[in-house]
């Protein structure tokens, strides 16, 4: 048995999920053509290696333009998890930690990688997956006028995920004032941006990437779930980047020999496709077009959802007798139990999901 992305099933399986429609997540796809083609149009350069060639560099300023940081430093790494624990580790002295919600991704699927790295994640609770900035504020508050911290994990960074482990959005308003927090005990903040397209193109989201950018001092810009074979590109808004993050990287083993393979792919991605829309907003606002038609498939069918997500992820909760049924032809993640009768079930879209199997699945729920 091997655990696939919170569904436990057998090699013998995987020939039948093939033939399923997939809903199960984000980055089960290929490539779109146009990062594909990028890298087959220069699939015979010979780039300097380790990421320091033309196509990373002109990706990178492509990425400044779009964030309106001239001066921001742009670093590539392949996946998430990696980035989170490398960029994380680059951040913390020995003795701190990093404060994240209770269901934070670096908390819950992670499996333990920034506790890795020999720092504790320090959890406060959750409202809807967000961070409340009057309980960050009250929690860094009693820890400064704690006559005893010397003895206690000092806490040395913020992390939220924009969107959040639930698929709910901060408003610009509520990212300012957490962002306020963290300056007022001078704690950078760092954004998860796995999902960020997703994120930033929901209908719901009131902020900018201009904005997100200027109101943390590290975020990163997710690949793998939007259009890219893989890629994570971290951006230090401010210059906070450590002097030596190029060596931190090696030590993660976050760094490949060849770097252009992710320049090439962000290059693409932050290329207009269509008039002056850039490629990845463009792949982004697909995916929210086809969750909002999945959203309300299910809500003319009379489903619960466990949450009100404006975003790719949705999650419905299913008797466990449909759950059985429904599984026989659709791929999903049965996120948990909502309550004896039911199943907590998370449905996802994507760059790359297509009007026809939205149409199977409204036949079949």
Not at 155 to 170: A, Q
Not at 235 to 260: C, L, M, P
Request: with cysteine; net charge negative; aromatic share 12%.
């Amino acid at each position: 048995m091997v655990l696939y992305s919170e569904i436990m099933i057998t090699f013998a399986d995987t020939k039948k999920i093939k033939d399923l429609i997939s809903f199960e997540c984000d980055y089960n796809n290929g490539a779109h053509p146009m990062v594909l083609q990028n890298l087959v149009d220069n699939n015979q350069a010979k780039p300097t290696p380790y990421g320091f060639d033309e196509f990373s560099e002109r990706a990178k300023q492509r990425i400044r333009r779009a964030c309106g940081l001239p001066d921001a430093e742009v670093f590539f790494l392949t996946g998430g998890t990696q980035t989170n624990a490398t960029t994380i580790d680059s951040m913390l002295y020995q003795y701190e930690g990093v404060i994240c919600v209770s269901s934070g991704h670096i908390n819950v699927h992670e499996a333990g990688a920034v506790e890795f790295t020999e720092h504790k994640i320090i959890t406060l609770p959750e409202c809807d997956g967000k961070m409340d900035p009057k309980v960050l504020d009250k929690y860094l508050d009693d820890f400064m006028h704690d006559g005893n911290n010397a003895h206690a994990v000092y806490p040395g960074l913020v992390y939220i995920t924009f969107p959040t482990e639930l698929g709910t959005l901060y408003t610009a308003h509520e990212l300012d004032d957490i962002y306020h927090v963290c300056q007022r005990y001078e704690i950078p903040l760092y954004i998860d941006g796995a999902r960020l397209g997703y994120g930033l193109m929901a209908r719901e989201n009131d902020m900018t990437l201009p904005y997100l950018a200027r109101h943390c001092d590290v975020f990163y810009i997710g690949g793998t779930k939007i259009g890219a074979l893989c890629g994570e590109a971290v951006v230090f808004t401010n210059r906070r980047a450590h002097k030596h993050f190029f060596s931190i990287q090696k030590q993660h083993g976050a760094v490949i020999a060849k770097g252009a393979l992710i320049g090439l792919q962000f290059d693409a991605l932050f290329s207009p496709s269509s008039g002056d829309e850039l490629l990845y907003f463009e792949l982004s606002k697909r995916a929210i077009d086809t969750a909002m038609r999945m959203k309300d498939i299910f809500a003319k069918k009379g489903y619960e959802f466990f949450i009100d997500s404006p975003t790719n992820q949705q999650f419905v909760m299913i008797s466990n007798e449909q759950v059985e049924r429904l599984s026989q032809h659709v791929v999903f993640t049965h996120w948990g139990q909502a309550d004896k009768h039911r199943t907590i079930c998370r449905f996802v879209t994507s760059w790359a999901t297509t009007d026809e199997e939205l149409d199977q699945l409204e036949q079949l729920v």
